[in-house]
DNA sequence: CGCAATCATGTTACCGTTATCTTTTATGCC
DNA sequence: GGCATAAAAGATAACGGTAACATGATTGCG
């Protein structure tokens, strides 16, 4: 099966010489491209395979000018929230040729900038990244690579070439509108000290603006540093409501730390969602499995990864105004009265 | 700032040309290797800055025979373990110029084949690759790529190359062993149905030999088809429940399940950890957080990705047997007895 | 001051493919 | 059977960098 182990890599040239034909006509057989009698193909298939020749994406990607990589640039890969997008991309992939290659930032401007152009430097075939967001450096670096950019997650903003995603200001402001609905009305947020967030900070926007709209503000909120946890879920849940003891609604700016809340509350045998309500954000798998079903909004994550991914392989036009707006949809839950 | 969106992509050539030096000079202060002026390298630096240029590492790669690549074939990304690994490898890899480019292969043997041939195609500097079983032909491929590899997670087996894990078998033998010294005499195992998962079948196997040298065996069984979650935990925690209902012991496959089963039987009103007993396997954040902390096994993830990448990375010397085993370790939990 | 060592830069030849064009061979059709 | 046409294969020249070597400019030092 296997040669043994040549020092020198296997080259074109090599299953050239084994099967008697030219490296073009190799290289035409391998891609599948061009016309080559059955006859040699099976020839050169057989040298390759008995060689063990895996082709040189370098060398071919440099020739044609031409390379089937999709970049990725993700803020992190732990929010639970990545799995599902880079899902969708891949499922929609799949079929083209293309593949994801993930870089992630750390909501850090200046490592997006440098996973960029790390990216970049492999001349992938589009772009794909979380956030409208970016230095003026990024924004030249994808202006000048002349290729397809979709900024996924969020619309609210002005796109570089493609943005599709969720309105954040709009998540938020219909998440008032149903805790308000449900008659709430001393509420308090939870959410990260993380002012690259951008997409937590305009959704609470949304959400204290619409608050405004009735005459309402925030009764208390509560930041952390870190990753978001169960654990820390509890933790601010506790001090906020020692703090605020009269809070009727808590806020929280994604499940992860609202399923902590909400495991917390029920502990301390609070009545939810008649004495407390609870929402959170995101709409992870997680939460099916709680005690009590929290209240929550898909981000509508697989949808974006999908969307992204067809655009960048050119399944799907870009939309005049550049932006594909989903619609954030609540997943009403448990933990929010009836009205 | 930005140059008006020029059709043709820049090269080293633009750049010597903006900067009136050779195109090997430019090469030389982007790389920062070799003698450069400080007065040059200030030009070639802002002209580049200027025209907005990045390097092409296709180009780059192919005339120098490198590639600062790392690929890392992975069965999962939403598992929660994975994310950590990668997590390590990452932190290790960041002073060494390698960058991690990550492929999946849900659990699938040609899936694997496919990713590795593609990343082998890339030409990458290392491998890291999940498990110890593969195809023969991966293996081939692997053997002749000459390159490091390394196989993680689990140590129960015959590296490629070498291998960075914990061992199943020993991981499932001493939560047995935690198990029987508590007292735990009628146990039942709930796990995903996955053939292909070779370290979830060890670890039972480890699991069970010991069962069986004190004269014991499974009281029931149950498995599961697709992913793990809090919600599939509760329902093969009731199903056992009700066919065995004198089960004094639940050992689950992975945390997340474990969990789930954890949060129903607490519903239920179960006594625990009198009246039964449960074990997760892996160590996951998410545990921190539950109403009563989970038994489990820290698979040391985060330190099998460091191990790993040091490994291909050159920062520390294959070992002479070809293996590192750490050991797995019993994190306690209040979900088991005091003995 | 002269000569070797060092620094700073340039020249040339690939790296392993694929695009493009050219040549050779097979095929169809009246 | 001859000629236009298509199919199959090959030759050649990029692709955009970097290694390796060569060269010109400085510097150090007895």
């Known amino acids: 099966m296997n040669t043994k182990r040549s020092r020198r890599p296997l080259t074109l040239r090599d299953v050239s ?22 006859a040699t193909r099976e020839k050169v298939l057989t040298a390759a395979r008995t060689l063990g020749y895996v082709p040189n994406k370098i060398a071919g990607g440099l020739a044609s000018q031409r390379v089937n990589l999709v970049a990725v640039v993700i803020p992190s890969l732990s929010n639970m929230v990545f799995p599902d997008v880079l899902g969708g991309i891949s499922a929609e992939l799949d079929d083209t040729g293309l593949q994801p290659v993930v870089g992630v930032t750390n909501y850090s401007p200046s490592r997006e900038d440098a996973v960029l152009y790390d990216m970049l430097s492999w001349r992938p075939s589009g772009v794909i990244l979380a956030g409208l967001e970016h230095s003026r450096a990024a ?22 070439d493609t943005a599709v995603g969720i309105s954040h200001r709009r998540a938020g402001a ?14 308090g947020f939870i959410g990260t000290h993380m002012p690259e967030d951008h997409r937590a900070r305009k959704r609470l926007a949304g959400f204290e603006e619409r608050l405004g709209e009735h005459g309402l503000q925030l009764a208390a909120r509560e930041y952390y540093q870190g990753g978001s946890s169960l654990l820390k879920g509890r933790e601010m849940t506790e001090r906020i409501l020692a703090r605020e003891p009269e809070l009727d609604f808590l806020y929280f700016s994604n499940d992860m730390i609202g399923a902590g809340g909400l495991l917390w509350c029920m502990e301390k045998g609070y ?22 079903r929290l209240t929550t909004t898909d981000a509508r994550r697989i949808d974006i990864g999908r969307r992204a991914a067809r655009l960048v392989a050119g399944k799907e036009p870009r939309p005049e105004s550049g932006i594909i707006a989903l619609a954030p949809t609540i997943m009403p839950g448990e933990t929010i009265r009836k009205h």
Chains 1, 2 share one sequence.
């Open 17 to 38: 010489e084994a099967s008697g034909v030219s490296e073009m006509t190799v290289s035409r057989v391998l891609r599948n491209r061009g016309d080559v009698s059955a």
């Open 139 to 160: 924004r030249a670096m994808l202006d000048n690579a002349g290729l397809p950019v979709v900024e996924i997650m969020d619309v609210d903003g002005e796109p570089i």
């Open 174 to 187: 219909e998440m008032a509108d149903e805790i308000l609905a449900a008659g709430y009305r001393r509420i």
């Open 271 to 292: 009545d939810i969602p008649g004495r407390l309500g609870l929402a959170g954000f995101n709409g992870v798998e997680l939460l099916d499995g709680l005690p009590m």
